[in-house]
């Protein structure tokens, strides 16, 4: 059974950072595509970054273009957990972010594609 553990969300000032994890147990990190979703309020969900699949040594990344240069995504093998480090903040990236995986190993930004979903954590950007 695969599960997800989210931390890190938070209230933060434009500008600033967070940095979300999410440990995983059940699979192995690396063999499927894993992303980064987010979702505002009365706003469908949407892909943030994701990592494609294919074995621990792939290093394909992909980020939609509104966070590209700001977020960094990225995981850790041996711990078995993923990262999403965010950095200057702005308040339109306010949501719940989720983390979650799909059964194949395909990196893209579609949520059908992912069968599998962290709770979700509060980031919330505001003065």
């Known amino acids: 059974q695969l599960q997800f553990v989210e931390s890190g969300g938070g209230l933060v000032q434009p500008g600033g950072s967070l940095r979300l994890s999410c440990t995983t147990s059940?699979?192995?990190?690396?063999?499927?595509?894993i992303g980064w979703f987010r979702q505002a309020p009365g706003q469908e969900r949407e892909g943030v970054s994701c990592?494609?699949?294919?074995?621990?040594?792939?290093?394909?990344?992909a980020y939609i273009d509104a966070v590209k240069g700001r977020f960094t995504t990225s995981r850790d093998g041996a711990k078995n957990t993923m990262y999403l480090q965010m950095n200057n903040l702005k308040p339109e990236d306010t949501a719940i972010y989720y983390c979650?995986?799909?059964?194949?190993?395909?990196?893209?930004?579609?949520?059908?594609?992912?069968?599998?979903w962290g709770q979700g954590t509060q980031v919330t950007v505001s003065s």
């Open positions: 979650a995986a799909a059964e194949g190993y395909t990196c893209n930004f579609n949520p059908q594609s992912y069968g599998f």
């Open positions: 059940g699979f192995t990190l690396g063999y499927r595509s």
């Open positions: 990592i494609a699949g294919g074995g621990p040594n792939t290093v394909y990344i």
